[in-house]
């Protein structure tokens, strides 16, 4: 189980031939990598900020839930800060699992508590302005499944 918070840039296959490494035990490897996307609006970067320590705190009590609800052999979230460009990965999640609905069960539940619950603030910057982005109702409204589950893979 790993949590990572880093400012540079990680490669995907690295990261996830050592994720599996050479286990024997797992049947199941799921994972997710978050892009940068400009949605027509000419976006130059973003700006993640975060606060050190408290987001790692926050990250890895997201992903002690996950462990906790779901039966993983690993998990791993690499989450980026700072500038980064549109085509750039901004995140990652990995979990394995003997089974294949505990690992994408898991996956979910970290992609929905990071999305809405892990403390990072992004900024946009086109040509024209910047913002910062607001949550969306629809990453809300995400969460409200994983309430009416309290353990297990029940629903998935």
Known sequence: MAVRIEPGPFDLGTELARFAGNRTDIGAQVSFTGIVRDDNVGLRYIEIEHYSGMTEKAVAGIEAE??????????????????????????????AASHRADAFAAAEFLMDYLKS???????EVTAES???????????????????????????
Do not use: C, N
């Open 66 to 95: 996950a462990v906790a609800r779901w039966k993983l052999k690993a998990s791993l979230v690499i989450h980026r800060y700072g500038r980064l460009s549109p085509g750039e990965r901004i995140m990652m999640v990995a979990t």
């Open 117 to 123: 619950r892990a403390p990072f603030w992004k900024k």
């Open 130 to 156: 910047e913002g910062w982005v607001a949550a969306k109702d629809t990453d809300e409204r995400a969460l409200q499944r994983w309430d009416r589950f309290s353990s297990g893979t029940e629903g998935t």
